[in-house]
């Protein structure tokens, strides 16, 4: 395979391992924000106000991910590197 090959695998891998890590941290926080509003209703708007940051946390690896993805795709610095290495 060439490079552009593999550079679009390896894209495509990070952004599947990114996104399975994010929703599972984002399950599991929804999880936990639920049980603590089913055992104390009374502290459910500090309980939610907390998930909401912490989703949002959470969202920012996958757009972390995403953007090292794109920078993969389109603006990776060792593309001449590698085609001066193949060359030879």
Do not use: C, H
Request: glycine share 12%; net charge neutral.
């Amino acid at each position: 395979m060439d490079f552009f090959t593999w550079v679009m695998i390896t894209a495509g891998f990070g952004m599947a391992v990114g996104s399975m890590g994010t929703a599972i941290g984002q399950g599991l926080a929804v999880k936990s924000a639920l049980e603590g509003v089913a055992r104390n209703p009374g502290a459910s708007g500090k309980i939610l106000t907390t998930m909401m940051i912490g989703l949002a946390m959470i969202e920012s690896l996958a757009i972390y991910v995403f953007v090292v993805a794109m920078i993969i795709l389109f603006a990776n610095p060792f593309k001449d590197v590698v085609l001066e290495l193949l060359a030879k």
